[in-house]
């Protein structure tokens, strides 16, 4: 089992276009991908602008999988422009 | 619903000890903590001195709970002298 966290920091004009975007790459995401246990875009409760996706998938297979699906190919490319800066990681569990 | 996404970058020296004390949070928490959805400790696969606990509440009141609660005030001071640095997120869903 693997969860990523994908911390993005909107440019503030740009919030809405991020949402819209990552509303249909988590569409995608939840009916397409196989091994995808949980993926969804939260928002901080007191910076708006800063939208992570948190995620768990089954095995790195699924999640190197879902990195080069179309889907992923075609929408996140576009989150570039909008973010002022992002991080993101790869857990695994501590026990 | 709540997310918290709490991250931890550890003292090379002390990721046992913090390991340690975590365990027995997890376990308190995981146990004695209504509205506790998920409570579990997860280390960065190329940083295993980034320990992040990834938390789901049902509401704020019962992660208000969970701080106030005799394990949380009795272990996590504890985590400072073994911790570099720290940054916490609470975050709610974006849909």
Chains 1, 2 share one sequence.
Not at 53 to 77: C, G, N, Q, R, T
Request: glycine share 2%; proline share 2%; hydrophobic share 40%.
């Amino acid at each position: 089992m693997i969860k990523v966290v994908a911390e993005n920091k909107i440019k503030q004009d740009k919030i809405e276009e991020f949402l819209a975007l990552a509303a249909k790459l988590r569409e995608a995401t939840n009916t397409k991908d196989e091994g995808c246990i949980h993926y969804d875009l939260y928002q901080d409760f007191e910076d708006p602008s800063v939208l992570t996706f948190l995620e768990e998938w089954e095995s790195m297979e699924a999640l190197e999988k879902h990195i080069a699906a179309d889907h992923f190919k075609e929408i996140v490319p576009q989150f570039e422009s909008l973010v002022e800066s992002k991080a993101m990681r790869l857990y695994k569990q501590a026990f």
